[in-house]
Structures are given as C-alpha cells and as structure tokens.
C-alpha cells in the first residue's frame, strides 16, 4: 500500500486525544487523520534522544510542497516531546550555515550529520523519512557489522544524492542506505534524498530518467536499489561495484566439477538451487545479470503466499540468501555451453563448469522495439516500468507503445498520475481487454494506431519519436518526453537452441511434465518454457526440475 495514502487515508482531521506525553495537542489544528496520528504516536514512544528537524522554505517556490510538509513536520512535533520542529526562510542565516539553496529542505539533526530531503517526502519517501528519525533519535545507522568494518576504512569526503519519486517501491530503501552510512560517518559523509519531481532543475542536470538514481560525489551514477554491501562499495570506490563485488572465489582457470549447473537465477533457477541442494546434489547456478531476474525489478508482487503485497526486489533478495545456504552462485556471464553423453560444460568468464545435468533456468526479457534511439535512451526517456518511473514525468507528455493489456494499464495508470498520454499500436485494433480500450478511450488517450516507431529521438534526452503511418507510409514526429514500451516478452531460449532442444513458434523451451528437454541431461524450468509467466509457476517448475535431475541421476548411478 502506498504509504502517504496509508498514512493519511480519507478520514476527516479529528481533534486527537490527550496524552501525557503530548498535553499541548489539545488546542492543535490537525492535518493528519486520526488513524495516523495513533499509528505515528506508537513509533515515536521509541524515540531516545530529542530529534532536531529544520525546515527551510522560499514563498513562491513549490508552495504546495512548503505548506504540505510544513503542517506534516508541525504535526509530528504535537505527537511527540522528543521531536523538535525549526521553520526557516530561505537566506538567513541558518540557510547560509547549512548550505541549503532548495525551497523545501528537511534537515535532521543538522548539528550532527548531513542527512538532508530536498522537496518534501511524500508518498513512499515517508517511509524513508521516519525511519531516518528512529533512526537518528536512537543514535544506530543500523548497518551491519561488515558495512561499519568497510566504512571504517574511508578517507575522503563523500556526497551522496539519491534521486526518488513518490510512486517508487525501491527508492526508500536505497535511502536508508545513504542515510545509513551518513549516521555512521558523518565526519566524512552526506546523504541528500532528492524528490525528482520537485527539483527538476537538479534532476535535469544529472539527467534522471528513472529512479532511484544514486550520485556519488557528482561522478559515479547507479541505477536501482543496491544491496547494502554493494552500494558501499561504489560509495568508497566511487566505482560501479558489479565488478568489486564480483571478485572470483575461484581461480581464474579453475575448473568446477559439480552435479548440476544452473543458468539462471531468477524464481525458477533459485528454488531449483535450493531443492538440488537439499537433495545433496552439489549445484552452482550461473547468472550474468541481477539476482531475481525481472521480479526483481518489480515494484510490487502482490498476494504470493506468504506475503500480501512485498516489493519484488525484497522477494528475490530473501530467496537469494536462501539459495545462497545450499549452493554457489557466481554472476559471470557464460561464454559457451556444450552437451553431450557425458553431461554438460559451461565455460563463464573465468571458470570451466562441467556438471552432470543442465538446467536452463535463463527467464523471459522484455521485447525491445529495435528502433535506432532505443538503447542510447534507456533511463534518460525510454523506460519498461510505468509504476516505477512514471511519476517523474507528471505534467509531461509520453507515448506508451503497444496494444496489449500491460500498454493499456500503463497508460491509464500514468493518466492517473496527471501525465500527457499517447498510445502507439502498430495494429488497427487494441489486444487489450475491452474495458481497458473503453478506458484510454473515456480518459483521452491520444491514440496512434496503425503506427510504429521508426526511431526515438533526442540529445541527452527523449525530444521525440519518428511514428510511420503503415497505411499510407508518412512518418511525423511526435514530440515527447519519453516512450515506454510495453510490447511483451521474448523468452531466453539462445543456448538451448544451440544444444538442439526442441522450441515453439515463439521461441519456447518445449518440456515434459518432469521439465526434461528433448537432449539428454538438459532441463528447463521458468519463464523460458513459456505458458502461464507467474513467480510461483516459475516457482514450482524449479523444484520439479530439481528433484526430477536428482531422481535421473540416482538411476544412472544404479545403472
């Protein structure tokens, strides 16, 4: 649930009751509900030490913003003794001693550390924003043993801006992490959580496309949420940690003799790790990108059982340590892989593999148009996720390409959010359900239909796209602040054309019920076999093809 919708709800602002610890609340207007004001009075009887929180604001400069966290932070400093409220102008002195320029600032405990909002924290950098108030009133950054023992080790000064929105699932927690490590180094290092859609100027100039984006001292650039290791690491290097932390734990050279490798460290291929390797087969999975695949890059996975509603990225990281206690995993890309009576033979980067059976785990990717401007752009106008990015470009214009129920939704969603909406189909007629063509239709979505993108244009920047017309062969450039494309999904299915396993039309692994491919020692499990594409299917399909491998390989052992 987003959380300013959680925190604020519909309810009429009643007059709160009298506590003890709040006795001046009596004669105070409220603006947060009732049921907030509980929930907030609850978190902040946790609270140790007195919290300083100033506030820095410009009239005539995001005035909604102003007066929005304005009555929000004079609020929390009705809730609880412990927190102190510090309203400011721009220019005075507190502004000059503080180096705030931005109209609105939120600075907590400035006496101490750096860690600082610029635009006010709503919708879920609320969640960021209280808990860097626990946080700091408890005198804790919270980070492990091991993130205190790295950060230890940092000379420099370090400036840390993470550029966020309000409809981002994975910007608050990339925020605690800057906010962490400005707790545990404050002599050396400052946190900035920088709402995009409020100062756009500053999003502009380091050319935030999609979000989180993290800067680091104004040179180093990332893109999403990090584990926390990883993003210390790029704080300390001010390098992309992809190859810090890939450091081997092999030789370069070394071969691995193993049961099974896996290709593949999304759903399917980390619950087959976890099922081999409870069966005590030794396994490695092998994956080239980000643990979890594209469910970790999903803002939100809601009813898998267990959990109702929790970001993808926190589902893949929980099943990825899981994993991680009954098998290897080592991110580098495979360079070749080879089947025969023997089994199997991945080479990767810096390793030979061979393995008894080959589990081909490798997912489905988003369908890329191809269009000339289209890698150039991804990030800076070209995105694949409306929910995540969709806000940064409230009050702007975008064209969603395709004609399928994920391209309808989109559009309507970013709709919603107050954004200038075109939708290019390349088919006469949507694919969509019928209520969601109804829906673009009644919002006034500007519709391109019978059109492709013939290329995406800009500098820096989405400006335009070139939409050619099939019927009559004219193009025309639409202007545009960005496209998002919304075409479907190519499965992953390169290797096992080349072991010679069989594939459908659309390029699908073809399985029997056991996930057993048509090359001998050769299975295949998620995504990549097609049908029904859900975390759990994906789910289930890995552990039957670990246990199905285990069963084959106890036979061939008898034989």
Known sequence: MNFLK???????????????????????????????????????????????????????????????????LDDFAHLSDKILFHPHKLGGDEALKWSVTQSPTVLIEPQTYDIRFLGAPIGEEGRSFIEAVLMVSLGQSGLSATGKKLLATLEERRTIKVFVTPTCPYCPPQVVNAFRAAMERPDLISAWCVESSQMQELAERFNVGSVPHTVFNDTLSVLGQEPEAQFLAELISLKDADALLSQPQHKP???????????????????????????????????????????????????????????????????GAQARQY??????????????????????????ITARALLLATGATWKKLGAPGE????????????????????????LVVGGGNTALTDALYLKNLGVDVGVVHRRAEFRAEKHLQDGVRNAGVTLFMDCTVESILGDKKVTAARLRDNTTGKTQDVPTDGVF?????????????????????????????????????????????????QIITAVGQGGTAALTIFDDLAKENVG
Request: glycine share 10%.
């Open 485 to 533: 494309i919304a075409i479907g999904e190519t499965p992953n299915s390169e290797v096992a054309a080349r072991l010679g396993c069989e594939l459908t039309e659309e390029g699908n692994i073809v399985v029997d019920a056991q996930m057993r491919t048509n090359v001998p020692h050769v299975y295949a499990a998620g995504d990549v076999i097609g049908g029904i594409r």
């Open 375 to 398: 890698e150039q752009f991804f990030g800076h106008g070209v995105n694949y996720c409306a929910t995540c990015d969709g806000y940064l470009y409230k009050d702007r214009k975008v």
């Open 253 to 319: 050279g070394e071969t691995l003799d193993v049961d099974v490798a896996i290709l593949g460290a999304g759903p399917a291929g980390l619950a087959a790790g976890i099922y081999a390797g409870r069966a005590g087969l030794k396994t490695v999975i092998v994956e080239r990108e980000n643990i979890g695949g594209q469910v970790s890059v999903t803002p939100i996975v809601e009813n898998y059982p267990g959990f109702a509603s929790i970001p993808g990225v926190t589902l893949m990281q929980v099943t």
């Open 327 to 352: 098998c290897e995993i080592i991110q580098e890309a495979p360079r070749s892989v080879t089947a025969g009576p023997a089994g199997v033979t991945v080479t990767t980067t810096n390793l030979k």
């Open 6 to 72: 959680k925190l604020f709800g519909n309810k009429p602002h009643e007059a709160p009751p009298m506590t003890k610890a709040n006795a001046k609340a009596a004669q105070h207007k409220w603006f947060l509900p009732a049921d907030s004001r509980k929930q907030l009075t609850t978190l902040f009887a946790s609270l140790v030490n007195p919290v300083n929180i100033h506030l820095f604001t410009r009239d005539g400069v995001n005035d909604a913003y102003n007066d929005f966290i304005l009555k929000f």
